[in-house]
């Protein structure tokens, strides 16, 4: 009997970086911020995946928060623009992890 294979979400969520050699991330740097959208058959699976693509990637992941699946957001109230969306639907699609959007940060008492 073939196996049923579970169904695969996507999650958004926010990773927090440090630093690390080979990183990429701008000079002067103390970190980033990274809001991603993942896919996988739960959070807990999403989360894994994310982390070990971010370390492949010569990135420090340092904290994840998660905020859901495109119905549970939508269900908090939020707001999800189309670009958003889309990039779930390619996140599903390819059964990956897609970086929407860094912000790195900067130690505002330094420069």
Known sequence: MAKEKKKQHVYTLVVEVGRKDGDGLPKGATGAGLMLYAS??????AVRESVAVLKQAD???????????????REM????P???IALMQRAAEENAVIVAQMTPYFDKDKG
């Open 40 to 45: 996988g058959v739960d959070e807990a699976e």
């Open 82 to 84: 189309e670009d958003e």
């Open 59 to 73: 990135l420090a992941p340092l904290d994840v928060q998660g905020y859901g699946t495109l119905d549970e957001r």
């Open 77 to 80: 109230g939020h707001e999800i």
